[in-house]
Structure formats: structure tokens, C-alpha cells
């Protein structure tokens, strides 16, 4: 980068620092996203846990047919409830009976000391949620399980469209930089025409001061004291030893 001027080469720096922070941004976003949707996500399969524990709390004393007519209106009633199970203590399915999906993969009665594990069924991703409770002095346990597919779809959505964006606000901040670096470095340019329009013959000729109180006064007056005293050696080579 040799011969590429001072304002090609800030747009470059300037560029390159703004996609770092773009990356590091989007990086950000992407991980606050996805941590939101897995907290949400956990919060229904929680919710729907709580719902079928209200339900058995309510029907402790009911016939079993009764009770197995409430199994099935709360799994018409609730998203996805073909993906919620009913255990007894010892891991034994009390509902549903016949479960839809039978090889869906749910996690079995020694790993239930987990409460949140990821599953893949069929080519799709699910949560899948296990809360022990206590009914009427009976421990069971009660497993939901949740389709990640629309997290999935979201967080795809927002990387492709981040991604996509790049391109176009790169270009953007590489003009914006352009422009910025050129109307910055253009006193310079005017401090330079100027000094050039100096010789022997016009010593007596001073550059221009912003009084600022920025690095372009400092330049300036530093010229101008080397021009003064290039003057005087010329004038009075005496006095200027």
C-alpha cells in the first residue's frame, strides 16, 4: 500500500474496523436472539407442564374414565399435546396409552435429573421438558416436549438477512469514510499547495492558521516558524547564527 494515498488507505482502516463491529454486533444479536427463543421456548413447556398438573390436581378424585375424558380434552386443547406424557414414580406411562408419535425419542427414566435436553426426530429439532411433581401425596412425572423449528427458522431468517446487509452498509461506510478522510485531510492539501508556492524569491509568506487549537494550527505555525527562520538566515545570515 505503498503508493495508495492517505485517504484510500483511512477508508480501508475505517472500513475495516466498521465490518469488525458490524460482525461482532450481528454476533451479539444472533446469541441474544437465540437465548430469547430458548428461554421462551422453556417458558411454554413449562406453562404447558403446570396446566396438566392443575389438571390432576383437580381430578384426584375422579373415576378413571373421567379423568382419562380431561387427558383428552386438555391434549386437543393444547398445542402440540401429542407430545406430552404422564409417568408414574417408577417411569410407567399413565398417559396417553398409545402415544403419537410411538418412537418419538423421549428420554428415559434414568436421565430424568435433567430437566431441558435438545432431541431430533424425524429430520426436526425439539425441546423436550420433564418436571416431577406431587398429586395428592403421589409422585409422578410429567414430560412436554416442543418443536424448535420455527427458533430455527427465525434465527436462519436473521443471519441471512444480516449477511445479506453487510455488502450494502460496507459500501455505504466505505463512501461515508471516502468522503469523511477527503474533507478531513483537505487542509492539508491547502497547506501543502501552499508551502509548494514558497521559494527564495517569497520567503516573506506565511501559511494560513485555523486557531483551532488542533493538530493542523500546531503544523502550520511549526512551518511557519521554519519558514521565519529560513528568512532571516537568508536575510541575515549574521543574526541567524
Known sequence: MKNVSLSV???????????????????????????????????????RAARLEELLEGAVHDSPERREAKYDDFDDATPEGNL??????????????????????WPVFSDFRRRYRDSIY???????????????????????????EDNRGLLARFSTGLLASIPGVLTVSA??????????????????TAVRSISIGNLSRRLPISN???????????????LWRRELRVLDPARAR
Open 122 to 148: 424425524d429430520g426436526r429439532h425439539f425441546r423436550v421438558f420433564v418436571e416431577p411433581v406431587e398429586v395428592g401425596g403421589v409422585k409422578y412425572f410429567i414430560l412436554v416436549a416442543g418443536q424448535l
Open 84 to 105: 406430552i406424557h404422564l409417568l408414574d414414580a417408577p417411569g410407567r406411562r399413565i398417559y396417553p396409552q398409545h402415544p403419537d408419535p410411538a418412537d418419538f425419542p
Open 9 to 47: 488507505r483511512l477508508t480501508l482502516w475505517f472500513s475495516a474496523i466498521f465490518l469488525a463491529g458490524l460482525v461482532a454486533f450481528g454476533m451479539a444479536m444472533y446469541a441474544d436472539l437465540s437465548l430469547s427463543l430458548s428461554h421462551g421456548r422453556d417458558r411454554t413447556l413449562s406453562r
Open 212 to 226: 483551532n487549537g488542533d493538530e493542523l494550527q500546531r503544523l502550520a505555525e511549526t512551518c511557519n516558524d521554519m
Open 175 to 192: 463512501l461515508a469514510g471516502y468522503f469523511l478522510s477527503r474533507r478531513a485531510l483537505r487542509p492539508i492539501d491547502r497547506l501543502t
